[in-house]
């Protein structure tokens, strides 16, 4: 199985927005965690799912909340959650984070 890795910024992303669901609601806010929870699963077992862009970026919804995790994924089974970004944010603003080749 893949092990998934956040980048540092990614998971202040997903901190700052649970945050911001647990003020409407902690229910909400146990929703949210668990649709992300739900979306790295789906990154360790088909990693390579969807087909990579023409960066080797991939993302995953999170299910009903209007976040998208980008992530790369590397041959020696680990991938790179390098964004947690929600759908409104400025695209590609996270890409200073993916790694040099």
């Known amino acids: 199985m893949t092990r998934v890795r956040l980048h540092r910024l990614a998971l202040r992303e997903f901190h700052h927005a649970r945050r ?9 806010a146990n929703r949210f965690c668990e649709a992300i929870e739900t979306a790295i699963k789906k990154i360790e ?13 991939r993302w995953v919804k999170s299910g009903r909340f209007p ?6 994924y590397f041959p020696m089974g680990v991938a790179l959650v390098m964004a947690i970004a929600h759908k409104s944010r400025r695209p590609g603003y996270w890409m200073k984070r993916k790694s040099k080749k």
């Open 20 to 28: 911001r669901y647990a003020k409407q609601s902690l229910i909400v």
């Open 67 to 72: 976040y998208l995790l980008f992530y790369e």
């Open 45 to 57: 077992e088909q990693p390579t799912l969807p087909p990579a862009d023409d960066n080797n970026v």
